[in-house]
């Protein structure tokens, strides 16, 4: 369990890398709406951790996007589901969390109004459910709850960054027991149990492989 929480920071460090190298998009103009900006995001991290070792310790990420016929059009709970396993022999853990993406314009978010209805459908879903807020300065994670009961904009409030975030999911700090996806091949079911349009599965099993983040 040590090496785990001795490889969290460098961990959680790569992702935020990988999330600040899917912003470029944003700065460069490549990308204009939220779904875009998520897809980028999951996929980066999926592929900065995929086989990443250390300290005894292999990650991995799979993502999945519902691309299905009207999934456009769809109404989901949630823009993505994420998820960790993590698989140790002296750890074992399996929980999520629920995440709505805005894209800040102008600094603000356009509709303040159905964000907050949003939100209200992940926080019927599960207590553990964030918005992340896209701006070409970076990414910020704001609770849901937070966003229902204030009448301030979402920029406003009080948050973390995709860094420290991602820390505290890892340290078990942040996630709900009932969103589990105990292998790859139940992503899907979960993804639409908690009707998100993305998900994001992040592993954790002990390696005979060892290196430095």
């Known amino acids: 369990m040590l090496s785990y929480y001795h490889a969290v920071r460098g961990v959680a460090r790569r992702i935020a890398d990988a999330i600040d190298h899917s912003v470029d998009a944003l700065r460069q103009g490549r990308v204009e709406q939220e779904p875009a900006m998520t897809d980028r995001m999951i996929g980066a991290i999926e592929f900065s951790l995929d086989g990443f070792r250390t300290r005894g310790i292999r990650w991995d990420g799979k993502t999945l996007t519902d691309r299905g016929k009207g999934a456009q059009e769809a109404q989901y709970g949630a823009d993505f589901v994420g998820v960790l396993?993590?698989?140790?022999?002296?750890?074992?853990?399996?929980?999520?969390?629920?995440a709505q993406a805005k894209l800040l314009r102008h600094d603000?978010?356009?509709?303040?109004?159905?964000?907050?209805?949003?939100?209200?459908?992940?926080?019927?879903?599960?207590?553990?459910?964030?918005?992340?807020?896209?701006?070409r300065q970076g990414v910020r994670v704001v609770p849901a709850i937070s966003v229902v009961g204030a009448a301030l904009d979402p920029s406003y409030l009080y948050s973390r960054s995709a860094q420290r975030f991602f820390e505290e999911h890892l340290q078990c700090f942040i996630g709900d027991?009932?969103?589990?996806?105990?292998?790859?091949?139940?992503?899907?079911?979960?993804?639409?149990?908690?009707e998100a349009r993305s998900a994001l599965l992040l592993t954790a099993r002990a390696s005979g492989l060892e290196t430095t983040p």
């Open 85 to 98: 396993n993590i698989d140790l022999p002296d750890f074992k853990m399996s929980k999520g969390f629920l």
């Open 108 to 135: 603000t978010v356009d509709d303040l109004e159905e964000l907050k209805r949003q939100c209200h459908r992940m926080l019927n879903l599960s207590p553990d459910s964030f918005v992340f807020l896209y701006s």
């Open 177 to 194: 027991q009932a969103i589990q996806s105990p292998t790859p091949e139940a992503l899907e079911h979960l993804r639409r149990r908690f």
